[in-house]
């Protein structure tokens, strides 16, 4: 089946790529999710809207991604959320609570979709995340979780 993204998806491509894929990958899980639409003739239009989208929000060179890169490895970001008497919280850190702890801490503001994180943070103490800047650069930011 040929989907249009709408964001990016690893392993398949960017938001505005139009990609084939299988049936069943597209019908339960990529368009559900609001990352993919059914390709037709009429979203081809679509498709040039999401690329001068992308365009305005990517960084476009490598040395501009190295410049975030540096601030963003330089700050350090603090995360005060709840959490029980043996040190585990209540629920998990999520992806926007850590692109908002950057910002509030000063560095870039970082969409969501570009934080990785290895395993969810259910602990307080510090943890890795990588922010994906360009396809070439991804920077490592320490968050350290700490009890409200």
């Known amino acids: 089946m040929k989907i249009i993204l709408t964001h990016e998806v690893s392993g398949l491509g960017t938001a505005g790529d139009v990609v084939d894929v299988k049936d069943g990958y597209a019908r339960n899980y990529l368009v559900p999710r609001g990352f993919a639409l ?30 975030i890169k540096a601030k963003l490895e330089g700050v350090n970001v603090r995360l005060a959320v709840r959490s029980g008497d043996a040190g585990r919280l209540f629920g998990s850190v999520t992806l926007a609570d850590v692109a908002s702890a950057i910002k509030s801490a000063g560095g870039p503001d970082v969409d969501k979709r570009r934080i990785e994180v290895g395993s969810p943070i259910k602990t307080l103490g510090s943890h890795q995340v990588s922010v994906r800047l360009h396809p070439e650069v991804a920077a490592k930011v320490a968050v350290e979780v700490v009890a409200a």
């Open 38 to 67: 059914r390709w037709t003739k009429g979203g081809e239009k679509d498709v040039a809207q999401i690329r001068r989208a992308r365009k305005i929000h990517e960084i476009a060179t490598i040395e501009q991604a190295n410049e």
